[in-house]
């Protein structure tokens, strides 16, 4: 089956820290550029960050030197650690998948809530 699975989100502190995981499954993982996208309420999607398969990093540069993304290919695992969170932070994020083979992958988001 196809898809993508987050967890990790929460309620946290202005200040905390929390780390997002995204399983994959059913997809090329190893060739495949992975994402975290997040929409707060009456905003647009935006990026977060991705990983390339040939593990380049990019960042919104809101989040630049507080969040990092990371893989593992051996566990078709993608994680979002979020440091210094800040009430701006609160969204719903998701897990994005591109390939080839898929296209496009969305998974069903996780919610992260800051306290100020």
């Known amino acids: 089956q196809v898809q993508l699975v987050e967890s990790g989100g929460g309620l946290v502190q202005a200040g905390g820290s929390l780390t997002l995981t995204c399983v994959a499954s059913?997809?090329?993982?190893?060739?495949?550029?992975m994402g975290w996208y997040r929409q707060a309420p009456g905003k647009q999607r935006e990026l977060v960050a991705a990983?390339?398969?040939?593990?380049?990093?990019n960042y919104a540069a809101s989040v630049q030197g507080r969040f990092t993304i990371s893989r593992d290919n051996a566990k078709n695992t993608v994680y979002l650690q979020m440091n210094s969170l800040k009430p701006a932070d609160t969204s719903v994020y998701y897990c994005?998948?591109?390939?080839?083979?898929?296209?496009?992958?969305w998974g069903q988001g996780t919610q992260v809530t800051v306290s100020s």
């Open positions: 059913g997809i090329r993982f190893s060739r495949t550029t």
């Open positions: 994005n998948a591109k390939n080839f083979w898929v296209g496009e992958l």
């Open positions: 990983v390339t398969y040939s593990d380049s990093v």
